[in-house]
């Protein structure tokens, strides 16, 4: 089951780049204005949301399987539906397509809980990081192939700009098939049947996920404790000045006289920051505890910010440098939060809560988006890092507290 997890995810790394690589330079160039550049980024931040909630409802009542498989189709679909309207210079379909995409980005994070399914409290950590890991191939190879795809997209008479959107389209179909196919049996099914007679699902202590009528089903999708609230607050205040960042840096990089293959290497450098850390930072998380990652996840985010605030804007090893480090960062406040979420919820149950702790993770990065190019367009690139650094360090207090108070 983890290998078919793993292959589904280095297949799907590739559509997880494409909105991030380019969604900016083709908002500029399709709505003109650099004011507007964060919209892409926000509708697809904003359709995770929508798909985080759609897929994790439907991984409580059906499974993992249909759950993730159906996620990463509908993604697949808003792909097509991109390239489509990026053809045919349509506005009017580009939105919501994007809208749309967005729910492959969503299930590309979810997958982290089935690697999470039925591992030992004490490696469910690194259970999750090595799936995450997975992302990065993929993720890695997609901005890298921004000039291949483009060169691909304008042999077929479809601006350059659409062709990141091809390969995100054949790597969610990809990821798609696999897991619809192979994963076989269901992690959350066998998670469930390992669980004590009186916690199985279907019991009066267990969570049913068929029966509508059982009273204990109503809170089924609710937190439980303190660690969910205290997970979520770590994921979105490292999500929202991350995502901030990563999506006017490309545009501040075009401004300067940069090409696509340059910012395809940046963002490249912070995509392999974002997943490829992930085993090490489920094994420090497991063994340190997941309040102590979660702290100094907001201190390297906050330094991060303040290194692209100080970085010339023609300074490409800077930015690259400040990008990775904002991607390391992430990594951090993602593992140990999902940790903590994680650590709250029954075995094989709370597939609802942690849909919606990735609708509070998408609200985060769909908020820092659409204010980016907002910010920009009012202080400048400088003035939006400086307002990134201080939403950062909120993570290191909140963790500190929470570790005080034993949650």
């Not at 890991?133 to 190879?141: D, E, I, M, R, W």
């Not at 990141?164 to 469930?192: E, K």
């Not at 992930?278 to 906050?302: E, I």
């Not at 149950?349 to 908020?367: I, Y």
Request: proline share 6%; hydrophobic share 55%.
């Amino acid at each position: 089951m983890l290998a078919v997890l793993v292959a589904s995810q280095l297949v799907s790394g590739v559509g997880l780049t494409a909105g991030i690589v380019v969604g900016a330079l083709l908002a500029e160039q399709m709505l003109g204005s650099t004011g507007l550049a964060g919209i892409p980024t926000a509708l697809f931040t904003g359709g995770s949301m929508l798909g985080a909630l759609v897929v994790g409802r439907l991984c409580q009542r059906r499974g993992r399987r249909p759950g993730l498989g159906a996620g990463y189709a509908i993604g697949a679909l808003g792909s097509v539906g991109v390239v489509a309207a990026v053809a045919l210079d349509q506005v009017a379909l580009l939105l919501p397509s994007l809208l749309v995409y967005g729910a492959g980005t969503a299930t590309n994070l979810l997958a982290r809980y089935a690697g999470a399914d039925l591992a030992a409290p004490h490696r469910r950590a690194r259970a999750l990081g090595r799936v995450l890991l997975a992302s990065t191939l993929g993720a890695v190879a997609g901005p890298n192939l921004v000039p291949l795809t483009g060169d691909l997209a304008r042999a077929w008479g479809i601006p350059p700009l659409a062709g990141p959107f091809l390969l995100a389209a054949l790597g969610y179909t990809a990821a798609a098939v696999l897991l619809t196919a192979l994963l076989r049996p269901d992690p959350l099914h066998l998670a469930r049947a390992r669980l004590p007679a009186a916690d199985a699902p279907g019991t009066a202590g267990g969570t049913d996920s068929g029966n509508a009528a059982d009273p204990v089903r109503k809170d089924a999708g609710r937190p439980r404790g303190p660690g969910v609230s205290t997970g979520l607050w770590i994921m979105l205040l490292g999500q929202l000045p991350k995502v901030a960042l990563m999506t006017m840096t490309p545009v501040h990089l075009a401004a300067n006289g940069h090409g696509t293959g340059t910012i395809g290497l940046v963002v490249s450098l912070h995509i392999a920051a974002m997943f490829l850390p992930s085993p090490l930072t489920g094994l420090l998380t497991d063994r340190l505890g997941a309040l102590p990652v979660a702290a100094a996840s907001g201190v390297l985010l906050c330094a991060a910010a303040l290194l692209a605030a100080a970085a010339p804007g023609d300074s490409v090893p800077l930015l690259a440098a400040a990008l990775t480090l904002a991607g390391i960062a992430w990594n951090l406040g993602l593992v140990s939060g999902t940790a903590v979420i994680t650590a709250a919820l029954p075995p094989g149950q709370g597939a609802n809560t942690q849909g919606l702790a990735d609708v509070g993770l998408a609200v985060a990065g769909s908020t820092g988006a659409l204010l980016s190019g907002l910010a920009v367009t009012a202080g400048g690139y400088d003035a939006l890092a400086l307002a990134c650094a201080s939403t950062a360090l909120l993570v290191t207090p909140l963790a500190l507290r929470a570790a005080r108070a034993g949650t």
